[in-house]
């Protein structure tokens, strides 16, 4: 007796559904990402940080951020640590209900680490935001973050003078 298996279908379904997806503008209806941005690089940096605003229409949650343009993609927090300014990971960024979060210098960012290579100004990183809403449904949000000078939006060292 003979057994056929019949395992293409499934690959089939796949090919199709990948034909349907819509392209990477599609925007999210709830959450708005206004002025995604990253900071440029010189040749031998291997991170940098990307920054934006986030509205999201409903409570939320910034779980994680995905990219090509680096082996690591981590959300942090600059805070002040005996009289230093630093930075740490943290694991999620809360996203209230029709409140802007800012992702700044010397505020939340995106790092970005172990960068696949340079980032010039006007390039553009692709980037993904898995945001859960109060469910703890996750979706996928796409940005196009647009690279700026390094010493965009720097803090004000220059005021320091002695
Ligand atoms: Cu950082």
Redesign the pocket.
């Known amino acids: 007796m003979k057994t056929t298996a019949i395992k293409s279908l499934a690959a089939i379904a796949l090919c199709a559904l990948a034909g349907a997806i819509p392209s990477a503008f599609a925007q999210d209806a709830s959450l708005s990402v206004e002025d995604p941005w990253v900071r440029a690089t010189v040749p031998s940096q291997h991170?940098t940080?990307v920054f934006m605003r986030l509205t999201s229409a409903e409570p939320g949650r910034l779980v994680a951020v995905e990219s090509q343009a680096a082996k690591h993609v981590?959300i942090?927090?600059?805070a002040m640590q005996d009289n230093v300014m630093k930075?740490?990971?943290v694991p999620g960024l809360d996203l209230p209900a029709g409140q802007a979060v800012e992702l700044k210098p010397g505020g939340y960012?995106v790092?970005l680490i172990d960068l696949a290579r340079q980032i010039e100004p006007g390039e553009h990183v692709a980037l993904t935001l898995v945001v859960e809403d109060a469910q703890r449904r996750q979706r996928r949000v796409p940005v196009d973050a647009v690279a700026r000078p390094l010493n965009a939006a720097a803090a004000p060292a220059a005021g320091h003078g002695h």
């Open positions: 991170a940080g981590e942090h927090e600059m930075m740490r990971q960012h790092m």
